[in-house]
């Protein structure tokens, strides 16, 4: 699974020039016959493009353009490890590929930028959270949703103690124990006897977590998400002494994680979070219904894309059951040339807005819940 952060939304959302940039989506199978289905789906979505860059671009030029596309489809190893979602964005030379524990449409761009909406309610979808599983063996960072939690892959964050902790050098009174991955070849930690060597182990625990911290300050840079903990008593009252991620949900789940299975991770987290965004959402709802005839609040469209182009809205809401481009009809395959069909020139619009405040920002709650009755949009203006 691959963690989407801002950092990624900001790359997506640079201007670029030329008229050859495409986005496609697609949910998909973790396993089972639907991996064949999806891999025969995904030909077609970009053959579908492959058609509509005709008359766009050079043959060469389109078949450089989709290779990565070309290469996902012949890849049996990838098609065994996907998740719930796919996307890839693509522009001359450059590309970019996620899989996302939330399912997407089925759905390909063609134009002059990218389309991001239904990859945002990986950032500000209201049941979007993180989870931090916490201990000394083994520390995991995953990533949920109302249905599920998939671990996130941590390439520079030490994940066990025994990766951030230099071995001692053994005392007469010491002994030698394994360390957690030991099986793995990791370094033997040594252990002595009495108050001075509890104490040296407190240190080297704090010394991990707060490495665990730092580590997962480049991961998560742009998030908002909130995150609740997994972890004994003491491993999760270091953590939070030592925590750099400003959204911690105050409620902790105290168990022992080495032993849980995401599902029960999910089921012990997510009545956490469930609960936490209920009360954050309609805490903001209410605001906007209490600055009705203000001048700081409005449901339409058009006026809310241009204060957002203006760094004026504080915070956004967008209709995301289903979001716009999930409504996407087409007879034969959900290809859509940008400026090119009325019919989604309101997608456009809600795209660059969500785009624009976060840009400045901005919050955006891609919710299933209405704001304001047969409005894809409602929005709290900064003034």
């Not at 840079?221 to 008593?233: A, C």
């Not at 911690?248 to 032993?259: G, K, Y």
């Not at 987290?269 to 600055?291: G, T």
């Not at 996407?328 to 959900?334: F, K, R, S, W």
Request: hydrophobic content about 40%; some cysteine.
């Amino acid at each position: 699974m691959d963690l989407v952060t801002r950092a990624d939304i900001d790359l997506l959302a640079e201007p670029e020039g030329g008229d050859s940039q495409v986005s496609l989506f697609m949910p998909t199978h973790r396993f089972g016959r639907g991996v064949e289905a999806d891999r025969l789906a995904w030909k077609n979505l970009v053959d579908g493009v492959e058609a509509a860059l005709v008359g766009r671009l050079r043959r060469p030029d389109i078949e450089a353009l989709l290779a990565p596309a070309r290469r996902l489809h012949a890849d049996d190893m990838a098609w065994q490890y996907m998740s719930d979602g796919l996307a890839m964005f693509l522009r001359p030379g450059w590309e970019r590929t996620f899989r996302v524990p939330a399912s997407l449409p089925a759905l390909a761009t063609v134009g002059d930028h990218l389309v991001l909406g239904p990859m945002l309610r990986m950032l500000s979808g209201d049941e979007h959270f993180l989870l931090l599983a916490l201990s000394q063996r083994e520390t995991r960072l995953m990533e949920g949703s109302r249905n599920t939690v998939e671990e996130v892959r941590l390439d520079e964050v030490p994940t066990s103690l025994a990766e951030a902790v230099e071995p001692q050098e053994p005392r007469s009174d010491a002994m030698a124990r394994p360390a957690a991955n030991a099986g793995r070849g990791g370094p033997a930690v040594f252990y002595g006897h009495g108050a001075g060597d509890d104490h040296h182990k407190s240190v080297e625990i704090e010394r991990f977590l707060r490495s665990v911290s730092t580590g997962l300050r480049d991961v998560l840079v742009g998030q908002t998400s909130p995150m609740v903990l997994v972890g004994l008593d003491q491993v999760v009252a270091t953590y939070r002494e030592v925590n750099r991620y400003p959204h911690l949900v105050e409620d902790v789940v105290e168990r022992n994680p080495d032993q849980l299975a995401p599902e029960t991770l999910h089921e012990l987290a997510w009545p956490l979070i469930e609960q936490r965004l209920r009360a954050q959402r309609s805490r903001v709802i209410e605001r906007f219904h209490e600055l009705h005839g203000t001048g700081r609040v409005s449901a339409d469209l058009q006026t809310i894309a241009q204060a957002a182009a203006e760094g004026r809205v504080e915070t956004l809401f967008v209709q995301a059951d289903p979001w716009c481009w999930e409504g996407v009809e087409d007879t034969t395959l959900p290809v859509v040339q940008l400026g090119a069909d009325d019919r989604y020139a309101d997608c456009e619009l809600v795209d660059a807005a969500a785009i624009a405040t976060l840009n400045t920002s901005g919050q955006v709650y891609a919710t299933s819940q209405s704001v304001v009755p047969d409005s894809e949009v409602a929005a709290i203006f900064r003034y």
